[in-house]
């Protein structure tokens, strides 16, 4: 089940419980990317905060999709920035309440964060062993954004709208509040947008 139930504390109204199935595999990488990778792809490393294991920010859409390209080419198989779908269900992990454990124990974000990015993998992973799903930077997904973008009834393998001004990110950061950092929880910037607190993390397809 992707989006959230009324009762859940911070829910938005475009967070609508619908049924989803995910056909084929993929393969999450366990951390956000980090500057190490993003520098040795990209040849650079734009990021506020500087740290090797720190998750790259200052990152745009269009940017990581170029990294995806790249590395896609480097490596000979197919790199991608997961949809929504897949992002949700990695993030989940199986839980289906706000988050897939102890918040505290598995994120930094506004509590805790001291004001900044962190090394990637230093807090809990989830059941699947995926890292910082909650916290430390926001992450790019593929898919443009819609209030209404989920089916009202079960879909498979969805991917968004086909067109759209912004593109999705998930996830929670560090300069944000418990609420922002739910497993539900949507947002959007312009593709081009960059932040230092926006980052993202690949999967393979």
Request: net charge negative.
């Amino acid at each position: 089940m992707m989006g959230s139930l009324e009762c859940e504390p911070g829910r938005c109204p475009d967070e609508i419980p619908h049924e989803v199935s995910i056909s084929d595999g993929f393969w999450m990488l366990e951390t956000e990317v980090t500057q190490e990778m993003w520098k040795s792809v990209m040849g650079n490393v734009p990021s506020v905060f500087h740290g090797v294991r720190l998750p790259v920010e200052q990152v745009g859409w269009v940017d990581c999709v170029e990294f995806c390209r790249k590395l896609s080419e480097k490596l000979g198989v197919p790199v991608a920035l997961p949809t929504e779908a897949q992002w949700e269900y990695a993030c989940r992990a199986g839980s289906a309440g706000p988050f897939a454990g102890n918040l505290e124990e598995m994120a930094w974000f506004g509590t805790n964060s001291e004001n900044r990015t962190h090394s990637v993998g230093m807090k809990k992973p989830n059941a699947w062993g995926l890292y910082d799903m909650h916290g430390n930077v926001w992450e790019w997904c593929l898919d443009w954004y819609a209030e209404d973008a989920y089916a009202d009834g079960p879909s498979i393998d969805p991917h968004g709208p086909k067109r759209g001004v912004n593109r999705v990110y998930r996830g929670g950061g560090w300069y944000g509040g418990e609420r922002f950092c739910r497993s539900a929880y949507r947002n959007y910037y312009a593709p081009n947008f960059r932040s230092y607190g926006l980052g993202f993390r690949i999967i393979l397809k």
